[in-house]
C-alpha cells in the first residue's frame, strides 16, 4: 500500500516537473511581452480556488526559484565560481554549495516583490498582514523575475574576458533597470489611479528598499 502511494506520489512529482519544461518558457515569453498583463492575470487569477489557480502559467514564487536557477546555471557554465561559495567566513560558510547559492539568491531577489508588493498594499491604505500582503507579493514576482534574470546574467557577462560580452552584460543590466521601473511604473500608476510621476516616485522608493536589503544581505555573506 506504501509503495503504491509513493509510485502515485511519484507520477504526480513527475509530471509537475516535466511541465516545467514547456510551461517555464511559456510564462518567461509572457512576463517579457505582456509583464502588466501577466499581472493583471494573477490579480484575477488569486480569486480562484487554489486547484484552477496558474493553470497556463507557473506559479509566481516557483517562476521566480526557476528563473534564478537559469542564471545560476548560465554563470556556471561561463566558469564562474560564486564569491559567497568561494568565501568561507563568518556568515558565508553557511553557503558552501550551488544549492544554498541559489536559496540565498532567491531570498534576495524576493525583497524586490516585497517592498514592492507593501507599499502597494499602504498607497491602498489597506491594513498590512500576510493576507493583504499575498497577492501584490505574487503579482510582483513575475517582472522581478525578469529583471533578476537580466541582472544576473549581465553580471556575469560583465566579468568575462571578451570586451563583446562584456558590453552585452553592461547593457543587459542597464537595460534590466530601466525596464523593470517602467513596468513597475506602469502598474502602481494603473492599480493606485495615479499620474506617472507619482507612481514613478512610489517606485523609486520600493526599489531602494530591495537594493538596500540586496546590499545588506550581500554585505553581510562576503565581507
Not at 47 to 67: G, K
Not at 117 to 144: G, H, N, W
Request: proline share 4%.
Amino acid at each position: 500500500m506504501d509503495f503504491m502511494k509513493w509510485l502515485n506520489s511519484l507520477d504526480e512529482l513527475l509530471y509537475e516537473v516535466m511541465s516545467w519544461v514547456i510551461f517555464f518558457p511559456l510564462t518567461l515569453w509572457q512576463a517579457l511581452l505582456r509583464p502588466v498583463g501577466t499581472m493583471k492575470q494573477i490579480e484575477r487569477e488569486m480569486a480562484l480556488p487554489d486547484d484552477e489557480r496558474y493553470a497556463s502559467v507557473l506559479s509566481p514564487p516557483l517562476f521566480l526559484a526557476l528563473t534564478l536557477l537559469l542564471a545560476h546555471t548560465v554563470s556556471t557554465a561561463l566558469g564562474q565560481t560564486d564569491e559567497i561559495i568561494a568565501n568561507h567566513h563568518d556568515l558565508a560558510d553557511l553557503v558552501n554549495d550551488n544549492a544554498s547559492a541559489l536559496v540565498l539568491r532567491v531570498v534576495v531577489f524576493a525583497g524586490f516583490p516585497l517592498f514592492l508588493a507593501a507599499r502597494m498594499v499602504r498607497r491602498r491604505k489597506i491594513k498590512l498582514d500576510r493576507t493583504s500582503l499575498q497577492q501584490p507579493f505574487y503579482e510582483q514576482c513575475y517582472p522581478a523575475a525578469v529583471f533578476a534574470l537580466g541582472l544576473s546574467v549581465g553580471s556575469s557577462f560583465g566579468f568575462d574576458q571578451h570586451e563583446v560580452t562584456r558590453m552585452v552584460g553592461h547593457w543587459l543590466v542597464g537595460s534590466s533597470i530601466v525596464n523593470f521601473w517602467i513596468v513597475e511604473t506602469r502598474w502602481f500608476a494603473q492599480a493606485l489611479s495615479i499620474n506617472l510621476l507619482r507612481a514613478a516616485g512610489n517606485v523609486f522608493v520600493g526599489l531602494l528598499e530591495g537594493a538596500t536589503f540586496l546590499f545588506c544581505v550581500g554585505f553581510l555573506f562576503t565581507r
